[in-house]
Each structure stands twice: as C-alpha cells, then as structure tokens.
C-alpha cells in the first residue's frame, strides 16, 4: 500500500462525517441510550435527498445537456449491469437461494447517496475538483438495477401459471416512483429549470446547512450499521467477502468507464463509487414489496453492515487512487 493512498486513508478517517458514523457505532456498540426520533431520521433523509437533486439540476443547466448525456447513460448501464453479474456470483459460487441472490443484486446494482456525498466531501477535502452535476448519475442509477433485481428474483421463482404482470407493476412503481427517486428525479428538474438564480436564492438552506445535516445523518446511521453487526455471523464468510470485493471491482469499472466518457479525474471517481456503493433506501423499500420471500437480514446486513462501513472508511481512498491510477498521476 503505498504512502499516498495510506495518507488519503487517514486524512478520510479523520473527516467529521466518518468521525461522526464511528461515534454512532461506538454508541450502539457501548449500549448507550442515543436514538434519533423516526421523524427526524426522515426529515433528514428528506433534506439530503432533496438538496443532491436540487443541486445536481442547477449544475446541469449551467453545464448543459450536451455534456452531461452520455456519462448519464453510461451510469444507467452500469447499474443494470452491475445487478447482472452480481446474481450469477451470488447465485452459483455463494450458492444462495435465486430471490436472495436477486434481492442482493438489486441493493448492489443500485446505488448509496450517502456514500456519494461523503465520496463529494473527500474530493473536496483533497482539493480535487469533480463535475458539481454527477449528482445527475445517481439520480439515473437508482431504479434500473433494482428493476433487473426484481424482475430476475420473479423469473426464478415464478410458478407455472402465476401472472408476471401485476408483480412487475409494483416494482416498477417503487422503483420509479418511491420516495428517493422522487425525491433525487423531483429536485433534478426544479435544480435545472430554476438554475443557478434558483440555488442562489436557496443557498442559505441548501448548501449552507448541509454538512452539519449530513454529519447527523451518518451518525444516525452509526448506530444504525452497528445495530446489523450481530447479524454478521448469520451471513457467512462469503458475503462478507462479497460486501468488500465487488465494490473494489465495481468501483475500479466504474471509474475506468468514467474516464472512458470523458470524466475529470474526480469525476470518474464519483462514477466508481456509484458503482461500488450499495443502496439501502430505494432498494429495501423496492424488494420488500415485490419480493417478499428474499431474507432482508442478508440484504440489509451486507449493504449496511458490510458495504456501507467500508466504503466511506476506506473504499473512498481506494477509488481515488484508482482513478489517479489511470489519470496517469493527474492531479
């Protein structure tokens, strides 16, 4: 491991977003009495979802459609393709049941805004300059990946005579019109129609507020990944294995296809963490409606448990270096 990415692994260690996870974990791991309301976990869900859009849309209109397009819909293939490989893997080398596999390839093809925002706050911390409208590739990698997810888990566990219509149309439905692909879609366009005179005049509740916001939400979901740690000896080895190896692999396509669309350094780094991160607001949501039979304690324990720690602790350094890997040392 050389010095510039163990230097990167300190300096994000020491951000105060993780600082404030590691403090959740730490206060779930000591017992102590800390919970946050439901009503405020939502409202700040609400706020992130919400501001990411909003932003990501004013960015758009200020760099235009034209630049924007084509990494958009490298991002939709990506996801798609992500769910796609992991179902075989988890399917026939970890030999789990085809609506689990489908489940855990639908959370995997998906992607974490969370983990988007602090990979937006480790650039920024580096002084590494990225395109303000990547926001726009998480908004269109949401739903895909959990659309394949679902419609694979219905096809392998579909018994004869059983319509596939009406189950599709629920998956469809959430994963097109749940509340963080509103949320996400809904704030892209006020963003790109309202513009730059629009975040302006919105700044003081959008971007001044947001890092403290943020600093709550991961100390929130501390507690809330902590909470999952017991259930890591129900997942086995492989999946622990699983939830740190495909995003590395993941990460380092999707940073590769971001350069390969014409991305910034910091850029396709963003595109490598979509594709690395796994979701865990749409897509639990998603499959517990449409696949009901799927074991959320496998789902939520490698996306929570697993993915989600190890990516904003480590896997963020890891990405960043990759993508300096193939920028040829570019700063």
């Known amino acids: 491991m050389n010095s510039d990415l163990l230097q990167a692994i300190q300096a994000n260690l020491l951000s105060p977003a993780v600082l404030f996870f590691l ?19 939502l409202g700040l869900t609400i706020y992130l979802l919400t501001a990411i859009g909003f932003k990501g849309g004013a960015s758009i209109a ?18 798609t393709l992500v769910s796609l490989w992991s179902y075989p893997i988890l399917r026939f080398i970890g030999r789990l049941l085809a609506v689990d596999a489908a489940a855990l390839a639908a959370h995997y093809g998906s992607c974490s805004a969370v983990t988007f925002i602090a990979a937006t706050n ?44 009406p189950m ?29 005179p629009g975040l302006e005049t919105t700044a003081g509740f959008f971007v001044a507020p947001f890092q403290g916001v943020l600093a709550l939400f991961l100390l929130e979901m ?7 740690f017991g259930d890591l000896r129900k997942v086995g080895l492989f999946l622990v294995a699983f939830g740190v190896t495909m995003p590395i692999v993941n990460g380092a396509i999707g940073v590769a296809l971001g350069r390969f669309t014409g ?20 897509a639990p949501a998603a499959v517990r409606l449409s696949l009901p039979d799927a074991n959320p304690t496998l789902y939520l324990t490698s996306a929570l448990a697993i993915t989600f720690p190890f990516n904003i602790t480590i896997g963020l350094p890891i990405y960043f270096q990759i993508a300096k890997w193939l920028a040829g040392g570019a700063s």
């Open 23 to 41: 403090l959740g974990v730490f206060a779930t791991l000591v017992k102590s009495d800390l919970k946050f309301p439901e009503p405020l976990y």
């Open 62 to 79: 200020k760099a235009g459609l034209a630049a924007v397009w084509l990494p958009a819909l490298a991002a939709i293939v990506l996801g």
């Open 122 to 165: 480790f650039l920024k911390s580096v002084n590494q300059p990225f395109e303000e409208y990547a926001s726009a590739f998480l908004a269109v990698m949401e739903s895909p990946a959990i659309i394949v997810g679902v419609v694979l888990g219905k096809l392998a566990t579909q018994t004869p005579g059983e319509k596939l219509g």
């Open 168 to 196: 599709l149309k629920v998956a469809l439905h959430e994963a097109l019109l749940g509340r963080s692909v509103i949320l996400l879609v809904g704030g892209l366009m006020v963003g790109f129609l309202s513009g730059q």
């Open 222 to 228: 501390g507690m809330v990944a902590a909470r999952r």
């Open 263 to 282: 991305l910034s350094l910091g850029g396709s780094m963003l595109m490598g963490v979509l594709a690395a991160s796994a979701s865990y607001i749409a």
